[in-house]
């Protein structure tokens, strides 16, 4: 069975930059055979899709962090990551880590970033 577990996340402030890493397990599970990709969500809100990554490197962006993120990916290290940079208070929430294929899924735990003074 596959898992995901997320990490790099904190308390930040507006400007600045942290890196989240979403680790997988599981046997035979490959994140460059996958769409992997990363979700937000707020108390009260629908979790959102902030970015995604195909198997082909196809790298897909929500509008507001279009030119701050990066969706990454070390296939060595069957890791996943997204850099965020200028982070901005509207950021804060719990980010998830996904993957996706045809008839199956899983999501990570989560990790919360709060962006804030």
């Known amino acids: 069975q596959v898992q995901l577990m997320e990490s790099g996340g904190g308390l930040v402030q507006p400007g600045g930059s942290l890196t989240l890493s979403c680790r997988a397990s599981?046997?035979?599970?490959?994140?460059?055979?996958?769409?992997m990709a990363w979700y937000r969500q707020v108390p009260g809100k629908a979790r959102e899709l902030i970015a995604a990554?195909?198997?082909?490197?196809?790298?897909d962006y929500r509008d507001s962090v279009k030119a701050r993120f990066t969706i990454s990916r070390d296939d060595a290290e069957n890791v996943a990551f997204l850099q965020m940079h200028n982070l901005r208070p509207d950021d804060t929430g719990v980010y998830y880590c996904?993957?996706?294929?045809?008839?199956?899924?899983?999501w990570g735990p989560g990790t919360q970033v709060t962006v804030s003074w």
């Open positions: 996904h993957y996706s294929l045809p008839g199956e899924q899983a």
């Open positions: 599981g046997a035979a599970f490959r994140v460059d055979a996958v769409t």
């Open positions: 990554l195909t198997s082909g490197g196809r790298a």
